[in-house]
């Protein structure tokens, strides 16, 4: 895969190709000197896949930022919780604990989507094919396996009980237990668990295999959105808003092209980036990916996206009703791409007027 566009997507190409001039001429907003910004970020990785920053690093698309990766990551609260404490530059959560850490007054803010769910992309709670599980009441006193609690999975696990009549009491006697997604399948195979949670490749290898089927999906439940985002310590944006913008502005173009890009060449260089990094691992899955599921164009973030996860959050009583607003966790200052997929620097610029 030699080219970043196809033929069939000139007009894309063009939009992309001025963005790095808007980039350049944003300015900083009023921060550190440009000569005094860090160009190196440091970041948490995820084994056997590619994340957006890693992809737009290789597309060039980061311009003169660099990306220092320090090892990976199973937990997306843990990720945001590195990067509020400033031990990598970026962390990416699912929403939900975006809220939850910004509600305990950590000194991040969102900045933009990089996952989602849509019809290609999405989280299934699984069963064995031969599982006496077929309802939401099957589930009491049943083992379900995800990658961390507390975040998007076991969001999505309150949801579906609570949609189904489930009393807090009930609800409380379904157990969810951390199990590295790597494990997921073979754990439940081995009937370690009742229920395992699969996403994208995990998800599609499995069901290529056979014997198992699905309970429900997160895409069944709540259809398109947007379900996480990186967040940078405050302090980071402060001194460093060319950089940040420059990371943002990569992202976004990342995000409309595999969005543009025909899906065998996005494989192609996910593929080619694994093995040129070194990490000793398997690149069979990722032939399973088919998209990184961002609803909004260009990974721009919305009052909706966290509004959801604020009042579930109040509900379950993790946070006060009132504590959090949800336009104040969020800028969409450093993302040059604009609102309709083209280049634009007159977008809001502060948290609360996103």
Same mark, same amino acid.
């Given at each position: 895969?030699?080219?970043?566009?196809?033929?069939?997507?000139?007009?894309?190409?063009?939009? !992309? !190709?001025? !963005?790095?001039?808007?980039?350049?001429?944003? $300015?900083?907003?009023? $921060?550190?000197?440009?000569?005094?910004? +860090?160009?190196? !970020?440091?970041?948490?990785?995820?084994?056997? *896949?590619?994340?957006?920053?890693?992809?737009?690093?290789?597309?060039?698309?980061?311009?003169?930022?660099?990306?220092?990766?320090?090892?990976?990551?199973?937990?997306?609260?843990?990720?945001?919780?590195?990067?509020?404490?400033? @031990?990598?530059?970026?962390?990416?959560?699912?929403?939900?604990?975006?809220?939850?850490?910004?509600?305990?007054?950590?000194?991040?803010?969102?900045?933009?989507?990089?996952? /989602?769910?849509?019809?290609?992309?999405?989280? /299934?709670?699984?069963?064995?094919?031969? *599982?006496?599980?077929?309802?939401?009441?099957?589930?009491?006193?049943?083992?379900?396996?995800?990658?961390?609690?507390?975040?998007?999975?076991?969001?999505?696990?309150?949801?579906?009980? @609570?949609?189904?009549?489930?009393?807090?009491?009930?609800?409380?006697?379904?157990?969810?237990?951390?199990?590295?997604?790597?494990?997921?399948?073979?754990?439940?195979?081995?009937? @370690?668990?009742?229920?395992?949670?699969?996403?994208?490749?995990?998800?599609?290898?499995?069901?290529? +295999? /056979?014997?198992?089927?699905?309970?429900?999906?997160? =895409?069944?439940?709540?259809?398109?959105? *947007?379900?996480?985002?990186?967040?940078?310590?405050?302090?980071?944006?402060?001194?460093?808003?060319? +950089?940040?913008?420059?990371?943002?502005? /990569?992202?976004?173009?990342?995000?409309?092209?595999?969005?543009?890009?025909?899906?065998?060449?996005?494989?192609?260089? @996910?593929?080619?980036?694994?093995?040129?990094?070194?990490?000793?691992?398997?690149?069979?899955?990722?032939?399973?990916?088919?998209?990184?599921?961002?609803?909004?164009?260009? $990974?721009?973030?919305?009052?909706?996206?966290?509004?959801?996860?604020?009042?579930?959050?109040?509900?379950?009583?993790?946070?006060?009703?009132?504590?959090?607003?949800?336009?104040?966790? =969020?800028?969409?200052?450093?993302?040059?791409?604009?609102?309709?997929?083209?280049?634009?620097?007159?977008?809001?610029?502060?948290?609360?007027? *996103?």
């Amino acid at each position: 895969m030699s080219t970043l566009i196809s033929p069939s997507s000139r007009r894309q190409f063009l939009t !992309l !190709l001025g !963005l790095s001039a808007v980039a350049v001429s944003c $300015g900083s907003g009023g $921060g550190g000197a440009a000569k005094d910004q +860090t160009k190196t !970020l440091r970041y948490q990785g995820w084994a056997g *896949s590619v994340i957006l920053p890693e992809l737009a690093a290789d597309l060039g698309f980061l311009e003169d930022v660099k990306l220092k990766w320090v090892g990976n990551t199973i937990s997306g609260p843990q990720d945001i919780q590195s990067a509020a404490t400033g @031990q990598v530059d970026f962390g990416g959560a699912f929403n939900g604990a975006v809220v939850k850490l910004a509600a305990r007054k950590a000194p991040i803010t969102a900045v933009i989507s990089y996952y /989602g769910v849509d019809k290609a992309a999405y989280n /299934g709670f699984y069963v064995l094919q031969d *599982s006496p599980i077929h309802s939401a009441r099957d589930l009491i006193g049943q083992k379900v396996g995800m990658n961390t609690l507390g975040a998007h999975s076991e969001a999505m696990l309150d949801i579906y009980l @609570q949609r189904h009549g489930l009393s807090q009491t009930d609800l409380k006697k379904v157990e969810p237990l951390v199990v590295p997604p790597v494990n997921t399948e073979q754990s439940l195979r081995q009937k @370690q668990i009742q229920v395992g949670v699969l996403g994208d490749i995990l998800r599609d290898k499995a069901l290529q +295999t /056979g014997g198992i089927r699905p309970l429900f999906t997160d =895409y069944q439940l709540l259809g398109n959105f *947007s379900a996480g985002t990186y967040v940078v310590n405050d302090r980071f944006l402060k001194e460093n808003p060319d +950089t940040a913008r420059t990371f943002v502005t /990569g992202v976004a173009r990342a995000i409309e092209w595999a969005r543009a890009t025909p899906r065998d060449e996005v494989i192609a260089r @996910q593929v080619e980036i694994v093995k040129k990094r070194g990490r000793n691992e398997s690149t069979a899955p990722l032939k399973y990916w088919k998209s990184f599921g961002v609803a909004e164009t260009a $990974g721009r973030i919305t009052d909706k996206e966290l509004q959801l996860w604020i009042d579930w959050l109040a509900k379950r009583g993790d946070i006060e009703k009132g504590q959090v607003k949800a336009s104040d966790l =969020y800028t969409n200052e450093f993302n040059a791409y604009g609102r309709q997929g083209k280049p634009s620097a007159a977008e809001p610029t502060s948290k609360s007027g *996103s």
